[in-house]
């Protein structure tokens, strides 16, 4: 019995230490980086500097419809009136990440 446990305990290891996330999982830390260098000039914690009320605030988020990835990505990339499209200037895996740090900090109250 002792043998099987070692053998159940040494695959768990292997197959846990073996996995790496998929190549297009975000790094919400490198989001945060290039948030700081291309987004806070107008979004600084979550505001907006050119239109208070689409801040990137979780409600405010969400009653622009912009509450997903999908849409998130989609306004980073091609922006949109005032915003400027950044898909000339980040790479789609960078636009994502920054999507997705966007996203944890409303989710966090941009604290």
Same mark, same amino acid.
């Given at each position: 019995m002792q043998k099987f446990l070692k053998l159940v305990l040494i695959t768990l290891l292997f197959l846990t230490?073996?996995?790496?996330?998929?190549?297009?999982?975000?790094?919400?830390?490198?989001? $945060?980086?290039?948030?700081?260098?291309?987004?806070? $000039?107008?979004?600084?914690? $979550? !505001?907006?500097?050119?239109?208070? !009320?689409?801040?990137?605030?979780?409600?405010?988020?969400?009653?622009? !419809?912009?509450?997903?990835?999908?849409?998130v990505t989609s306004i980073v990339t091609n922006g949109k009136n005032n915003m400027s499209a950044y898909k000339d200037r980040l790479s789609e895996q960078e636009i994502q990440n920054v999507a997705a740090y966007v996203l944890e900090q409303a989710d966090k109250g941009w604290q």
């Amino acid at each position: 019995m002792q043998k099987f446990l070692k053998l159940v305990l040494i695959t768990l290891l292997f197959l846990t230490s073996a996995f790496t996330p998929p190549a297009s999982a975000a790094d919400i830390a490198n989001g $945060g980086q290039i948030f700081s260098l291309h987004c806070a $000039g107008c979004h600084i914690n $979550g !505001g907006n500097i050119i239109r208070r !009320g689409k801040n990137l605030q979780k409600k405010a988020l969400k009653k622009y !419809g912009m509450d997903s990835l999908e849409a998130v990505t989609s306004i980073v990339t091609n922006g949109k009136n005032n915003m400027s499209a950044y898909k000339d200037r980040l790479s789609e895996q960078e636009i994502q990440n920054v999507a997705a740090y966007v996203l944890e900090q409303a989710d966090k109250g941009w604290q």
